[in-house]
């Protein structure tokens, strides 16, 4: 007999599979799936092939060097700080908890809340994030990189628990301190352990950036915000990696509900670390 978690989760899943549909349905506003599948390319509405990274710049051009990534160094150790964002959340827009998904940006540095309405799918919520220090994929416990994936193959919240008593020690001479904000959501990411989202108790400067030892960090307001308002066990969650600039469905929300931003970098001059 199925527990109460497992039948969440699978109709979290479903709900999913709802959206990539509607988002599916949104490519052919803006582009659609190049032939061969690869994620890297579409198709425009004039029948062009458009790599992913020129459609989105096309789209919101890509920002300034001063957006860009810099190195600094906090307590002794050199991390990676980016020009903070307005985090904005509409819970009132929301119409069915269980739909909605959340999309982060590796490149970018951002976390997404969305939810498929009708032929839509409505962004509801932004907040800066911080994820590990080395980009690229993770591979093994202690690399300090971010998992990411895919839509078609996406991570899934396992548990949401109170973090505001959690300590934990960095390794920079400041000892067991606080560090998570009010929840830890938990993750399923293929086969990696511990990796979640959280908040950045005592760290919030490094929000948003690449600082972390491989989870995902909002400033503790979002993260209470996040988990307030939007998450629950079995949600989907996709985290793009370095290279994945944004998604048909992605651009047709932003142009739509004409949402600004300070952030959309080329990955060709990222820094690599």
């Known amino acids: ?35 061969k599948g690869d994620g890297k390319s579409y198709v425009d509405t004039k029948g062009n092939k458009v790599e992913q990274g020129k459609a989105a710049e096309e789209a919101f051009p890509y920002s300034g060097d001063e957006m860009g990534e810099k190195v600094v160094e906090s307590y002794g150790n050199k991390t990676i700080r980016l020009a903070s964002d307005d985090s904005f959340s509409h819970p009132d827009k929301m119409k069915n908890k269980e739909k909605c998904f959340i999309v982060m940006s590796k490149k970018d540095y951002y976390l997404y809340v969305y939810e498929p309405q009708g032929k839509d799918t409505v962004m509801l919520a932004r907040y800066d994030c911080c994820f590990a220090l080395k980009k690229g994929n993770k591979e093994r416990e202690g690399d300090m990189k971010t998992p ?24 920079d001479g400041r000892g067991s301190i606080l560090s998570y904000g009010r929840y830890f959501h938990r993750l399923d990411t293929h086969g990696h352990k511990g990796i979640g989202i959280h908040g950045s108790t005592n760290n919030e400067e490094s929000v948003p950036g690449r600082a972390s030892e491989g989870c995902i960090r909002l400033h503790d307001k979002d993260i209470k915000d996040l988990g307030d308002n939007y998450t629950y066990v079995g949600m989907p969650v996709v985290i793009k990696a370095e290279d994945v600039d944004d998604l048909p469905f992605e651009i047709h929300a932003m142009k739509k509900q004409n949402i600004k931003r300070k952030r959309h970098l080329d990955p060709a001059k990222a820094t690599q670390q």
């Open 148 to 171: 990411h994936c895919t839509m078609e193959n996406p991570f899934t919240i396992t548990e949401i628990v109170d973090a505001s008593g959690w300590e934990h020690d960095f390794g």
């Open 1 to 35: 007999m199925e527990n109460k978690q497992t039948k969440r989760k699978s109709k979290g899943l479903l709900t999913f599979v709802t959206a990539l549909v509607v988002s599916a349905a949104l490519v052919l506003l803006i582009g659609c799936p190049g032939k």
